[in-house]
């Protein structure tokens, strides 16, 4: 009778034990990343980042041309010496010889800088900037990463531009609700291509296109 009681318990436990291994693999594939410690992949917040405005730091879903590249092509801000701002940098980079890239540091101040300091670095950058590097000017505009008097003043110069890198531009600016350049785009744009499409709208960029291909 003991031998029997003995038997029965070592099955009962036996039977425990396969029932915990079977739940436990069944866990395991179900929950790869739990049982492996990892958890889901989170951004560094404390990673240097450029300080763009919410929902404008994927790249544009629209074809435009932006002075031979297009406004899709990967973030050109990434590529920027990165610079602390402080009175000093400032005034080195802006005495700096190298025209090559002096507007490019005075790009990386701008967007290093407190925003008191903004508009004042962003009118340096668009004095300095030609039209043979404005990518990451455009990129600048159309994502709204900078606001106030500092977009103010890269808009303004943005008029000055020639046709091939302005009106793809204002036509981004047009696919967007409430950007702040929208009505000045709008009306260069109205007397450019002689049509009306109001914003925000995607068709303008089909007409900038159009026009660009015939003139």
């Known amino acids: 009778m003991v031998s029997t009681a003995i038997n029965k318990r070592v099955r009962v436990i036996l039977v425990s034990a396969l029932l915990l291994v079977s739940i436990s693999i069944v866990f395991r594939l179900a929950n790869p990343k739990s049982v492996s ?27 435009g041309k932006v002075g031979g590249l297009s406004v899709q092509t990967a973030n050109p801000l990434k590529e920027l010496p990165i610079l602390a701002w402080s009175p000093q940098a400032v005034e080195q980079a802006f005495a700096s010889n190298n025209n090559a890239i002096r507007h490019r540091k005075m790009l990386s101040l701008l967007m290093d800088a407190p925003a008191e300091h903004k508009p004042d670095l962003a009118d340096h950058v668009a004095n300095l900037t030609p039209d043979d590097d404005y990518a990451p000017v455009a990129w600048l505009i159309s994502r709204r990463g900078v606001e106030g008097e500092a977009m103010v003043a890269l808009l303004q110069d943005l008029h000055h531009r020639p046709a091939d890198i302005k009106l793809p531009i204002m036509a981004e600016i047009l696919s967007q609700e409430d950007h702040p350049g929208a009505p000045e785009a709008e009306r260069a744009l109205t007397v450019y291509l002689q049509v009306s499409h109001g914003y925000p709208s995607n068709a303008w960029q089909k007409e900038v296109e159009k026009y660009l291909a015939n003139n």
């Open 37 to 63: 410690g990892e958890s889901p992949s989170k951004e560094n917040p404390n990673a240097k980042v450029f300080p763009l405005a919410s929902g404008i730091g994927a790249p544009s879903t629209s074809p």
